[in-house]
């Protein structure tokens, strides 16, 4: 395929090296000179045959592309949208937004405003971050064995569009997830946008007392890793999920302040460890087993019921009428 | 010196297996016959003269001890003491509990009601927990490089015990922090005990949602990691610092409360950008950069100063008239 990667940061540079490097034909751009330069000089670098192209203009990159894949922070996604219909681009488009409700009504803005014939949509996340950024930080085998999202709005989305993305990214090695933007992004709210709230919010409060600094050990190191993630990357998340993240962060919030009631309890030990025993079990059973592939009709509702018990798909058969998929085992 | 470790758990363990590994001679005990058998057999794989003894009782593991090392959780510290008094012991005694407060209240209660001479007592504690636990888990390097307290109440505790207990812990190359019994539980009530409920509330939240569960990635990973902790030991080390721990978490909670806000202004990106500032540049700027080391009088009055700015000892001179101490670096 011919693939344009619009955004060359660590998830779009990472896009950009794993498509070159299982043959197909990749066009990059990002709206900084010094990025592009930088991608540039990658290529240089690359095995034959595993080389990209670097554009100078959102136009230029999409103008041959059968696919393009919008990488950009969702502050710069309706920019970047309205780029892509203004070249006239017709094709399949896709991006890698941490949120999916906001693109989805991003792309119905800018895209069906086209005229004549708009390009066909599939959202899509990879859950593959890491507190590194930057085209530098850029790997080929990021997604490898990682969560990728592909949003499937039974009745709005094409599933031959669908399974064409699918086809694409278990290339990659990803477990491909099917959803819809609205459980999507409740989902990440819950396991990924507020546990970077609550990263940051320790290591804030830490922060006034040098011999907390040193005496915080493997829990703080762990527990805050991502707060080091640069903040407008992480308010960009958090905040163009708020209507998630808001609900989700009021259910932890509930959830700590039980364990602040049993602090206050007469045997705090006792209302303790009453309390801690649901969600330590369920980390013990995180993450979950994989049961054995079985084949599926690749339709809407199946794939739909499959994301929803937590399945995902591996392969899409050649013929684009079944799917392999794999669903967790319960724990115990 | 001739050590008793009372409790064979993964810090008990791995404190007797360090110190036999250092030329010390080392005699363990452990309530569970179980563990007893397990340490007992891997003494007879350890390399000759790394070798420890397992005693049948308290009483034997300190009758000829110069000191001993109370490794039980908070819980059974009450109990040990009672026994370790009971048996006449008025050697050194420490302990690697996680709070601080509570147990110095214990030896208070339990040794000096022991008749004539009491044992002398300086509370400790390495940072150096695992979600792993047990005697099988315990490993000799563990507190390689670790911050581990040793509490220096001025007018209290002698100040050639702790010299005596920091000399032996910094030959396990641990970075000895001097603090007093209330700073400790205050610290470690920020960066361990309120992480570790941070975690499993997290944990908790997501287990009713399975696509949450298969969406999950290295945020929650890290984040959650030490909810795997059993949850009593959890439980005894969060509640036997509720006094700390609940002031600790109502700061956080605040915090979040900011978030929450936040999350619910007019323009929640901004709004969020500008409270993660903070907490980004502070997780950014740990750890603490370690300073050219200095030589300090070994006093009180020094060596608190020293743990107050998050500073460590890392040598006892032969003479115990001074330390080799290092100070962090401010960052910037």
Redesign the interface.
Known sequence: MNVAVIGLGLIGGSVLRALAATGHHLLGYDADPATRATARTAAAQAPPGQRWHVAQTVGDAVARADLVVVAVP??AVAGVLAEVRDAGYTGLLTDVTSVKEPVRALVERELRAAPGRPARFVGGHP????ETSGFGAADANLFTG??W?LCLEEGVTSVSDWLELAALVTGLHA?V?P?TAT??D???A???H??????????????D????????????????????????L???M???N?AA??P??????A???Q??A???AP???????A??????A???A???RAGTPVTLPARADELLAL??????VTRVAADRRTVTAVR?VPPG
């Open positions: 969702l502050p859950m593959a971050g890491r990682c969560a999202v477990r997830v959803t459980e999507h409740r989902a990440v819950a396991v990924s507020v546990p970077h709230l609550l990263a940051t919010a320790v290591a804030a409060v830490a922060a007392n040098p011999l907390a600094g040193t005496l915080a050990a493997g829990s703080f190191r762990d527990g805050t890793r991502v707060a080091a993630t640069r903040p407008e992480i308010a960009a958090c905040g163009g708020a993240v808001g989700a962060l009021d259910a932890l919030l959830a700590l302040g364990a602040r049993a602090l206050d045997e705090p030990i006792e209302a303790l460890r309390w801690l025993a649901p969600g330590s369920a980390r013990r995180w993450p979950p994301g929803r018990v937590g399945g995902w967790p």
